[in-house]
């Protein structure tokens, strides 16, 4: 064996502390530029939905939007980190970066409930939910798994978070607008779906672009590492899979919205992309690039298929963020078992009642409460209206506006 002499033992010593001084420093960065792109996909949730909606309204969901992510930093500060993780200093990167990395995922699952409710809630009301749920209902599921509780115990495997963001936000959105109804004139008389068109198609696009390019944040920065072949091979490959799965997710849509409708619907062809983001989200690590496909295909199948039946069953969703979040989620989920040995299929169903039946109930208890209170939906003048005008006093468009 060996024996250094004190002057390469120093030297040595400098070198290993030195190492981990800038593995740890760049994991941290690396943490914090991953939770900037996903904060960016705020901005992309912002456009699709102000798009998806009717002109008269569009300056509420701006207003909403930018504010449910101010509620969610307060609110994941004050309690809801602590719920989920506790605040411990993780060996290998700042907590802070941890923090921030976990409070842009709380948002973002807010951030799908926001779009199915759009054009009939009150503005004043969602923001209270949106502390509830993001302070309590988000990081008590989340600490299950995540934060190693029992599903972790489980083997109940979500990568970066298919079910417990996704499906999550889905499943408070259920409940919201199963209490909050459909819009005011969505269904005919003989309750027969009727369209409603939103007011800017470019902005429905961005959005669904500027989803797609944070999402590279959201599964990437959730390999929690960037140091060493191992860590930067697989956030290569996940890169690439994500980017696939969103491909192929379009690509499914629009050739079933052709032989479908006859058409190449603009909303079919921007859910199927954020389909197959979702579902790749619960492993985009495990399979590959060429499963990838596979995986975002289905995705791009699914949706459509679940939107049209959710709106036969009376569910008025403007975005379709329940089938893309909610099915798209399950799917995910469910896909986990095939190829990664890690997960079993038993696991994967137990986890994915558990998020769903959890979050769906107490949100559907905490909405009920505000129904019975403060209420939820807007006034028929106000819907009629506009919430603009009756929520902001503005207008997005006032050069349009009749004098």
């Known amino acids: 064996m060996q024996v250094l002499s004190p002057l390469a033992a120093v030297e040595t010593a400098l070198i290993k502390g030195y190492n981990m001084e800038l593995e740890y420093s760049l994991n ?5 530029i991953s939770g900037v792109l996903v904060m960016f996909m705020a901005a992309g949730f912002t456009m699709l939905e102000a798009g998806s909606v009717r002109s008269k309204n569009v300056v509420e969901i701006l207003i909403k939007n930018i504010a449910l992510y101010s509620v969610a930093s307060i609110t994941y500060l004050l309690l809801g980190y602590t719920l989920m993780y506790g605040w411990n200093d993780p060996p290998d990167h700042a907590l802070w970066s941890d923090f921030f990395f976990q409070v842009v995922f709380v948002a973002t699952a807010m951030s799908v409930v926001s779009g199915a409710v759009a054009e009939r809630k009150r503005l004043w009301t969602f923001l209270g939910f949106a502390a509830i749920f993001t302070a309590l209902i988000y990081p008590i599921q989340g600490a299950w798994s995540w934060g ?21 936000g889905a499943s408070a959105a259920l409940a919201a607008v ?25 902005q429905v696009t961005l959005g669904t672009l500027i989803l797609w390019f944070g999402w590279f944040g959201f599964n990437g920065g959730s390999q929690l590492s960037i140091i060493g072949m191992d860590n930067a091979n697989a956030v290569a490959k996940i890169f690439v899979n994500t980017n696939t799965a969103a491909a192929a997710g379009l690509i499914s849509a629009m050739i079933l919205s052709k032989l479908w409708l006859g058409k190449t619907a603009l909303n079919a062809v921007c859910n199927g992309a954020l389909a197959g983001l979702v579902v790749i989200t619960a ?32 569910i008025d969703d403007p975005v379709g963020a329940i089938s893309v979040h909610g099915s798209a989620g399950i799917l995910g989920l469910m896909l986990v078992p095939i190829l990664n040995t890690d997960a079993s299929f038993l696991g994967q169903a137990i986890g994915t009642v558990s998020i769903f039946s959890f979050v769906f109930g107490s949100s559907y208890a ?22 603009d005008m009756w929520e902001t006093g503005n207008s997005a468009y006032p050069e349009f506006m009749q004098q």
């Open 28 to 32: 941290t960065f690396y943490f914090l």
């Open 148 to 168: 190693g509780g029992w599903l972790s115990e489980l083997g109940f495997f979500d990568f970066a978070g298919s079910g417990i963001v996704h499906m999550a």
């Open 178 to 202: 199963l209490l909050l109804g459909p819009r005011i004139g969505k269904y005919d008389i003989f309750g027969n779906p009727q369209p409603i068109h939103g007011s800017n198609a470019a």
């Open 283 to 314: 492993d985009p690590l495990t399979p590959s690039p060429y499963m990838a496909v596979v995986y975002g295909a289905l995705g791009g199948l699914l949706v459509p298929v679940s939107m049209s039946y959710l709106e036969k069953w009376g």
């Open 366 to 387: 905490v909405w009920f409460i505000l129904k019975k209170t403060i209420g939820i939906r807007a006034t028929e003048e106000e819907e009629v209206g506009g919430q």
